[in-house]
């Protein structure tokens, strides 16, 4: 078992002279889920995207302690998996390149058995060979959540988890969350009331963009 931390510290994030949220302070920790909730426009995606790494706060700071060691951030990938409307999917390579891909970029070894289980897991393992151009949305949307567990992360963010998931995705994804390592942290981003179940506590940004930008 591991021990994750996330603390947040008066993380403020602003775009130019645009103040998307300040003074967001929390801390989430090994087997706990959080829903970050909000109107459109409010910061939930561009929070995820901080956290994963992929984009710089403005001010405050944020840190993730791996048994009680600070995790660097160019090493934040390598225990996030971030399920996102912004990822970018290969479309012209196959499903199974794609993640090939992935577990490539992160510099994990998988042999095709490996990445043809996770196939089965999202259900595409019938669709493994196609081009991701002639996917369907939700069938991207399942690329995603293959490729955001391929390296079997201890954090897991999903920003609108269930958009464009059909019944049996969206029982995918119940179960994923239900499932998810006892010893991880889930973040759930959505404005969607049927995706709160997946979290103990909730966050509204829209308590946090009060502050003036001078
Ligand atoms: N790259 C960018 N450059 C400038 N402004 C941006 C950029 N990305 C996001 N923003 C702005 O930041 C604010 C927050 O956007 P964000 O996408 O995080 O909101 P959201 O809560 O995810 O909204 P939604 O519910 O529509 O998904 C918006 O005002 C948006 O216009
Ligand atoms: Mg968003």
């Given at each position: 078992?591991n021990?994750?931390?996330l603390?947040?510290?008066?993380l403020?994030k602003t ?5 998307v949220?300040?003074?967001?302070n ?8 959080l829903?970050i909730?909000?109107?459109?426009g409010?910061?939930?995606s561009?929070?995820?995207k901080?956290?994963a ?14 048994n ?16 996102s409307?912004?990822l970018?999917?290969y ?9 090939k891909?992935f577990a490539?970029i992160?510099n994990?070894?998988?042999?095709d058995e490996?990445?043809n289980?996770?196939l089965?897991?999202?259900?595409l ?8 151009r ?11 959540y293959a490729s ?8 897991l963010?999903?920003?609108e ?9 969206k029982?995918?994804v119940d ?5 998810f ?21 909730i966050i ?9 930008v001078k």
């Amino acid at each position: 078992m591991n021990k994750i931390d996330l603390i947040v510290t008066n993380l403020k994030k602003t775009f130019n002279r645009r103040l998307v949220f300040d003074g967001l302070n929390f801390e989430i920790k090994s087997g706990e889920k959080l829903i970050i909730t909000g109107k459109n426009g409010s910061g939930k995606s561009t929070l995820m995207k901080i956290l994963a790494g992929v984009l710089t706060e403005s001010a405050g700071f944020f840190q993730y302690i791996l048994n009680d060691k600070k995790v660097d951030r160019e090493n934040i990938y390598q225990i996030v998996g971030l399920v996102s409307p912004y990822l970018v999917l290969y479309d012209e390579f196959t499903a199974f390149e794609n993640l090939k891909l992935f577990a490539r970029i992160r510099n994990i070894k998988m042999s095709d058995e490996e990445i043809n289980q996770i196939l089965k897991k999202v259900g595409l393992f019938d669709r493994r060979n196609d081009l991701v151009r002639t996917y369907s949305s939700g069938m991207k949307q399942r690329i995603k959540y293959a490729s955001a567990i391929l390296h079997n992360p201890l954090v897991l963010l999903l920003d609108e988890p269930t958009s464009n998931l059909d019944l049996d995705g969206k029982n995918f994804v119940d179960e994923l969350v239900e499932d998810f390592r006892s010893d991880g942290i889930v973040l759930v981003a959505t404005n969607e009331s049927q995706d709160f179940k997946y979290g103990q506590n909730i966050i509204n940004l829209d308590n946090f963009h009060n502050i003036q930008v001078k």
